[in-house]
């Protein structure tokens, strides 16, 4: 397989891959993905985010995971925070709250309101990811206006820094279309203007194909997006999964790889299935110049291991360890 192609637009030099994860719902479930997170920090990746439920109904759980990620290994935690149906005081206090536990990197999102609300309803005072992406940078200028550093030399003396900015604000991006979207020139001018509230990383829906993503991107540059665009990818080894991420997502997948999935009757091959098609896909997006990928684990490490042995992906910071051993 071809090296992982930086995309010319990526600033941080680990972006190579990253993976997702949702908080537990149970102490077993929390038990297990400890043991999940220290497997994905081994193969170092540039970052992992953890889901947060529409409303803040996960918000206490998402900080729990991300706690763990920071203070046991030295990934760095990436906090999913939506805005629909907050009031302003409320999103600026979600955001005090996670900067205040040491959380640097953000996917800000809209999120989607409870099933079945009066579609007119107002979704609050913040009513697309783009100003939450604002709100972010805003907080954090507030409660860091400038930053101070030592002056070599001098033990007293201090150096007034330009003020500190999230590591990352990322933004959710749909490559097949968001459900609600008119077109996907809608989509491509709301990447947009997400990028000039102040995002430096997007990352995308699932899709199923890699012309889906690759004509994307090719629109989002012609239109002027220059973030890294991170295909999002999951492995999906159940026929039943499938299903109901296609409910979910509105992102139809392959018939063929629906229909194999599902008349394959052994687990283990039709987690082959999944994983295979999933390689397959991250390998054709990664040829096509992809910058990294994200990687949906559904909470669970073996099958996007599986799938970034297979690729044989070593990440950039992987990378210069071993440079560094070498010398
Ligand atoms: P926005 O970009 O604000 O867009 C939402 C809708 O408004 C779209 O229909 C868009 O067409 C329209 N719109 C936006 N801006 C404008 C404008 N200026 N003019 C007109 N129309 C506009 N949900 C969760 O609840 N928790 C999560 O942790 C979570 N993680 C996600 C991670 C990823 C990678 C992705 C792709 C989605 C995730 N979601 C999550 C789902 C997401 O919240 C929903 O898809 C939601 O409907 C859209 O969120 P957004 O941030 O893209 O919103």
Not at 27 to 47: E, H, N, Q, S, Y
Not at 259 to 269: H, K, M, Q, T, V
């Amino acid at each position: 397989m071809a090296p992982i192609a930086p995309d010319p637009a990526a600033t941080p030099e680990r972006t190579a891959l990253s993976f997702e994860l949702f908080p537990p719902r149970t102490d077993a479930a929390a038990i297990a993905l400890g043991r999940t997170i220290d497997r994905l920090a081994d193969v170092d990746p540039a970052f992992i985010s953890v889901t947060f439920g529409a409303g803040g109904t996960s918000r206490d759980r998402s900080l729990t995971v991300l706690r763990y990620i920071l203070e046991n290994t030295d990934i760095e935690p990436m906090a999913h925070l939506t805005c629909v149906g907050s009031s302003h005081a409320e999103a600026n206090e979600l955001v005090r709250r996670f900067l205040d536990a040491g959380i640097r990197s953000f996917l800000a999102l809209r999120g989607d309101p409870p099933a079945g609300s009066d579609p007119d309803a107002p979704l609050g005072d913040l009513a697309t990811a783009a100003e939450l992406v604002q709100l972010i940078h805003r907080v954090q200028q507030e409660r860091e206006p400038f930053r101070q550093v030592a002056v070599a030399g001098n033990p007293v003396a201090r150096r007034i820094r330009e003020r500190g900015r999230p590591t990352r604000v990322a933004v959710a991006t749909f490559p097949t279309g968001h459900p609600r979207s008119k077109d996907l020139a809608q989509d491509v001018d709301i990447l947009l203007a997400k990028e000039v509230a102040g995002a430096n990383l997007a990352i995308t829906q699932l899709f199923w194909r890699a012309d889906d993503y690759l004509g994307f991107v090719d629109r989002a540059r012609a239109a002027g997006v220059t973030m890294p665009i991170l295909p999002g990818i999951m492995p999906t080894t159940t026929s039943a999964r499938l299903a109901r991420l296609a409910e979910l997502t509105e992102v139809e997948p392959p018939a063929e790889f629906a229909i194999a999935l599902e008349i394959e009757p052994d687990a283990a091959a039709q987690a082959e299935l999944g994983i295979s098609f999933a390689t397959g896909l991250a390998a054709e997006v990664l040829d096509g110049g992809a910058p990294g990928l994200h990687l949906y684990t559904y909470n669970r490490h073996e099958a996007v291991l599986d799938v970034v042995g297979r690729l044989g992906i070593a990440t950039p910071h992987q990378l210069a360890n071993e440079r560094n051993t070498e010398r």
